[in-house]
């Protein structure tokens, strides 16, 4: 019998010997503090346009006005991203818009896609710009309808453009898909 309550008295021993570590634990608890600096990134691009003030457009011919459109990625501080740019150009008055002409000289670069949408193709790092869009515009005015004619310099060609940071994305289409656009 002496073996059996010397076991016992052992293995209570044991028992109140994890009992004591895991609440002495408990009491002593090892932690370590780290700070991540993080400092998010963004892009902020901008329409930049050269277009002179046209003369009058005259109501006969063809008229070719310069109006070249780029987008620039300023770099405006440490946190600036590279990104990948689209643009949508529209025309204020329908009308003349089926008369207008736009003037791509790097087919190349910018892609158009079935949403309307003209998609530069390459990476935007901070402080750069896009090769142009367009560089002129060609007004044909003897294909505009005559009742329309009135409003030739009072129409808008609109350039709305957007962009979303380049990341890990070597191809545009990834980038934007990526976004769920």
Not at 3 to 32: E, M, W
Not at 35 to 58: C, M, Y
Not at 85 to 99: L, T
Not at 157 to 179: M, P
């Amino acid at each position: 019998m002496h073996g059996i309550s010397a076991k016992r008295a052992a293995a209570a021993a044991c028992t109140a010997c994890i009992i004591c570590a895991v609440s002495t634990g408990a009491f002593f608890p090892d932690h370590d503090d780290a700070v991540n600096a993080l400092t998010p990134g963004f892009v902020e691009t901008h329409i930049t346009e050269e277009f002179p003030d046209p003369d009058p457009v005259p109501y006969h011919g063809l008229t070719t006005i310069p109006k070249k459109v780029v987008i620039t990625n300023p770099l405006v501080s440490e946190a600036a991203c590279e990104c990948f740019v689209r643009v949508r150009i529209s025309i204020s008055d329908s009308e003349i818009g089926n008369s207008v002409t736009l003037h791509f000289p790097d087919s190349a670069s910018w892609i158009r896609k079935s949403d309307g949408f003209y998609y530069y193709t390459k990476r935007l790092s901070p402080g750069e710009s896009t090769s142009p869009l367009i560089d002129s515009v060609t007004i044909d005015a003897d294909t505009i309808p005559a009742e329309a004619r009135q409003h030739l310099d009072h129409f808008d060609i609109n350039v709305y453009e957007e962009s979303v940071q380049a990341a890990d994305f070597d191809q545009f289409e990834t980038a934007w898909q990526a976004f769920g656009i």
